[in-house]
């Protein structure tokens, strides 16, 4: 088989995530009808399957596909498709089967954006004994499993939602799959993976006597979290947590959360997020036609504009947004925000009357930065 054709991707990331959804192909930038004859034909020869249980729909790699990809590329798949694991034996259960589903989208975002995510493309940061030096091809993901390869280090954060950890050059992202709806939240879990994080940062295996480039200890540790479109994004702002806060709400377990959709401008956005070059460029650019920030507001902004504090919304950081909001209702001040075309219909929801919004054209942008 052909390693770089879409056969062959889709083949990859069913292994990675164990299970991908009758949507996925979408995810990958295949158009509709080419992935119905795709699916047939892998289907025909005997390298994927349908599973259908409880009104879910899925594919799944056949014992021949699994054969194909390990003779292809045993360290690239080998941790995929061998024991007990649910990627080598997907359980049939619901919740089990979502999670898998959505991890497959996160796999495909991440890659479309560029970012390392092959276990034979990036060091076994994790795994036990790996005490070597090593260099990390930035930006790099690892999935929730590979970090327990820790082992007892790992088990605090056993019931993080988190589906991964994602290494860029100036910080390190906690990563959660949200979908269309509010996922559950516990603080005091996803507050641990900050934590686990952080210490490793100082004295375990990401500190500079383990990999290069290192992390300084005030290396900021986020949280990402991809949903299905902005919608979301505006469920997740509004969000007080629910009946005891079993749901996402805004708190402060991470200091930082941006949101971007499993599309190709949230693939743009995670370009941007991952790079502080692009960011300092775009915030150069956008800050050449405005005035310093004012110290007398009392608020955080990033500018003015005729006495107006500015805010660079474009990276969507949900608490900055919040907070910006709060401020300016409590203050009774009007803001301005700035953040790309695709951002605006939800942001003008949850802030109203209290700021203009100006807009950064995406298409524009990606001509511009990213070509």
Not at 226 to 242: E, F, N, P, R, Y
Not at 274 to 297: A, E, G
């Amino acid at each position: 088989m052909d390693t770089s054709s879409s056969a062959f991707r889709l083949l990859s990331l069913i292994a990675l995530s164990g299970e991908c959804g009758t949507e996925f192909l979408s995810y990958m930038g295949i158009s509709e009808s080419y992935g119905e004859k795709l699916i047939t034909k892998l289907k025909d020869d005997n390298y994927i399957k349908s599973h259908y249980r409880d009104r879910l729909r899925g594919y799944r790699l056949t014992n021949r596909g699994k054969k194909l990809l390990l003779e292809i590329n045993p360290d690239r798949f080998g941790f995929y498709l061998s024991g007990n694991s649910d990627t080598n034996r997907p359980r049939s259960d619901v919740p089990r089967r979502m999670r898998l589903q959505q991890t497959s989208i996160v796999y495909a975002t991440l890659l479309n954006a560029g970012v390392t995510i092959f276990r034979d493309e990036k060091p076994l940061l994790f795994q036990p004994g790996n005490q070597k030096h090593c260099t990390l091809p930035l930006p790099v993901f690892y999935q929730s499993r590979e970090i327990k390869e820790l082992g007892a280090d790992a088990i605090k954060i056993n019931n993080s939602r988190t589906i991964g950890v994602l290494f860029t050059e100036e910080c390190i992202y906690a990563v959660f799959y949200t979908g269309d709806s509010l996922m559950r939240w516990e603080y005091r879990t996803e507050l641990k993976v900050k934590t686990m994080i952080q210490y490793h940062i100082t004295r375990g295996i990401l500190s500079k006597e383990y990999i290069t480039p290192w992390y300084h200890p005030d290396t900021p540790v986020k949280a990402m979290l991809i949903g299905k479109d902005m919608g979301t994004a505006l469920k997740l702002l509004t969000s007080t947590g629910g009946f005891q806060k079993s749901y996402f709400y805004l708190d402060t377990s991470f200091d930082y959360f941006h949101y971007l959709p499993s599309t190709p401008a949230g693939e743009t956005l995670l370009k941007l997020l991952c790079s502080p070059k692009l960011r300092s460029d775009l915030r150069t650019l956008l800050l050449s036609d405005l005035q310093p920030p004012c110290p007398d507001y009392g608020l955080e902004h990033d500018a003015t504009l005729d006495g107006i504090p500015v805010l660079l919304g474009f990276d969507f950081d949900m608490l900055r947004l919040s907070r910006y909001r709060t401020a300016l209702s409590l203050q009774g001040l009007s803001g301005h925000l700035i953040c790309f075309d695709f951002q605006k219909e939800v942001l003008a929801q949850f802030f109203g009357d209290l700021v203009t919004i100006e807009t950064i054209d995406l298409e524009k942008f990606e001509r511009r930065f990213l070509h």
